[in-house]
DNA sequence: ATAATCTGGTTGTCAGACAGATTTCACAAC
DNA sequence: GTTGTGAAATCTGTCTGACAACCAGATTAT
């Protein structure tokens, strides 16, 4: 039998096993959203190591935006905000193609499966979110900034139909590593036009509360989206620097 | 009316500060892809902060996936890769409350999506691997934790061969969220058995190249796990929360 | 009761030290 | 000229100790 799934050689820093351990502990909830972490000495010697170490390891949290710590009062971890998280990333995300057709396929995925669960769960609050955001759209279909944030919006509004708090987070996730790609979408102005046609078939199919239409409305629109996306991406030649 | 926009303020630490500096240079193209960064001991002189501070700073960048340090070698700008896409899925999951139901849900289409994308791109090496897997867990069905293991493996290698890097990290961080539940269905010894098969379902179909089979196989799998340890879970009266 | 002050613990930052890894480079061997 | 070798210089990984700034709660003074 051969020995091809050994082990991934764990050879790794101290310091990043140390923050592997700390998000192990958190996921396991030891330490959840709120709650403050012990001081850096005893983490110190609790995991044996040299407060350097646990140092270097917290404040790799910090930066990432799991972790908040106040001067002489301690480590807290930090409740969910998918906003600062992302903001960790916005300076990694010099893009290759390849990059985008993953990011792509795993959004396909999750925000058809968001559309079908928000068909089958939505309520008139809902809705109405969803319908106002399309209605910003289509009023601020010459101002690019506005018009994202509102594309933004109604995507994030399905998702919270669907009243799970990790699809939520997931789009949440998908949803502001996207906008640091579309602006450049939307040098081509047919891009909004279609946009909001798309969009407009999801809410129906949504409205409806037919589950496979959505799925398929949802499905077409990001494909067709990243489309245009890497049409215009192509044009420009750009090697995909600067965000 | 409440003077609501008083405190930017913005106030931080040196570490933090350093990390802005650091990124700035990157996107601002001083230090590219694949090039190397000065010494922490140039660096600490250059900004004119002591090595710990840089070093803290280093170490964040190295935890996002931006960097690369070899001991002795330096410090490396990495290629932009999935990774740093990856991290901001794991990082918002950390985070998110988990109940059992919504991570179900979440699991069930992240893994279908898997087992979809599995069948149709897998190679000859994925499927020895994921036999090896599933021979491994009938050879410990005996040992609970070698079986959750195996079981464990079963999963990452059907996402591996998705060959999609930002599906393998999200499959492996709900995998260890999962996990954490999981030892208590195993006190039903019938569990194991039922998972034994179904595993054999999911081979099957990815090995046939069945796309639709495939994600009902899964589907069906994941559902059914669920609903095991949840009987367990009622039985034992633990109310089905956090673990 | 309120305000001022003290106090112990905690983070932020620095400097120095040493082990182990890596690169460099001169030098020898073919 | 190319290749192999080995020592030196350099670098990161990690620990320890130190001190200032800071925060929260207890104590004291008003």
Known sequence: MPQDNIRPVGRTTLTQAIVNEITDLMMKGVWRPGSALPSEKELAA????????????????????????????????????????????????????HNLQDLTEVRTSVESECARLAAERRDEADIRRIEESLECMRRHRADDPSFMEWDNRFHQHIAQATKNEIFINLAGTIQSIVRLWYPRAYRNPETKERAIEEHEAILAAIRSGDPSSSIMAMRFHVIEAANRLNRVLREHTETGKEP
Do not use: Y
């Not at 009062?73 to 010099?94: I, K, M």
């Open 46 to 97: 609790s995991f044996g190591v040299g407060r350097s170490t646990i140092r270097e390891a917290l404040q790799s949290l910090v930066t990432i935006g799991v972790l908040e710590t106040r001067a002489g009062g301690g480590a807290w971890v930090r409740e969910p905000n998918s906003q600062l998280l992302s903001g960790a990333f916005r300076w990694g995300l010099l893009l290759s193609p």
